[in-house]
Every structure is written in C-alpha cells, then in structure tokens.
C-alpha cells in the first residue's frame, strides 16, 4: 500500500486494512466500477474515496505524494516505489490478496483466459502467491 510520506500513518512499519478507515482510498476509476477495491473498502470500513485516471504509476505516485489523506493498493510483493515523498506500508492482519480476485470470473470464456491463468499460475508458484491462510489474507466474498 502506498501513502504520502505526510500521511499520518507513513510511519508504520505495516498496518492492518481496518487502520485506513480515516484515510480516503485512491481509486483509478469510480468505486462502483471495481469490484475488488469496492469490496475491501465495504469490508473494512474506509468510507472516503476519490477517484481518478490511471495515466500510469508516476501520475498516481505524484497525486499519492501530494494527497497525504489518500492511500493506494499496490500488490505487495512489487518493488516499493523510490520516489520522495511516498512511502509504501505492507497490509497485515489480513493481507489483500489482489491478483487471483482479479481473474476469478467463473463462466468467462474469453479464448486467451487459460493462457493468461496459466501464466499467472506459473508466477503464483515462483512468487509463492498461491499460500492463502484464511486467518492472515483477504479476498472478497463472492455475493450471494
């Protein structure tokens, strides 16, 4: 997760999602469009949010540095940005796990689909993404 180095809780060694309820999420798109990013937001209480356009990752690292109330999920095992002014915390106590609820779309039969989890399932193993723990990560719930 990212923040401004001026956030409130840039200090912190790690924080738990639940800790970014005063924080506002930034999102590249309006929530309501991302499902994932909805999810967490409604999971963990995080009421504020504000939305933008992903013009790339300097865009939001420079919107992130000089918006110390937002945050931003960026997967965790990426290399943390160098860039004064931001600061990267890793989520605990549960991890978000970003990337399997991205691609989890039962009933997709989009032709390149098995080639694209093929590839994600090959670097799941090498990056060791495939060891959830229910009682450390998250993923959102599948609506009922």
């Not at 600061?87 to 991205?102: F, G, I």
């Not at 098995?114 to 799941?124: D, N």
């Not at 193993?125 to 723990?133: H, I, K």
Request: glycine share 4%.
């Amino acid at each position: 997760m990212l923040l401004s180095a001026d956030h409130p809780l840039a200090d912190a060694e790690q924080l738990r999602p639940a800790d970014l309820r005063d924080s506002t999420l930034w999102t590249p798109a309006p929530l309501h469009r991302l499902d994932f990013l909805h999810r967490f937001a409604d999971r963990f209480g995080i009421q504020r949010h504000t939305a933008g356009t992903n013009l790339g990752l300097d865009q939001v690292l420079a919107y992130i540095a000089d918006h110390p109330e937002c945050f931003y999920l960026l997967p965790a095992d990426g290399p943390p940005p160098a860039v004064p002014g931001v600061r990267s915390v890793p989520l605990v106590e549960p991890t978000p796990l970003y990337a399997w609820s991205l691609l989890w779309r039962p009933g997709s039969t989009h032709p390149a689909l098995p080639a694209l989890v093929h590839a994600f399932t090959q670097e799941a193993r090498r990056r060791r993404w495939l060891e959830y723990d229910r009682h450390r990560d998250w993923l959102p719930v599948e609506p009922t």
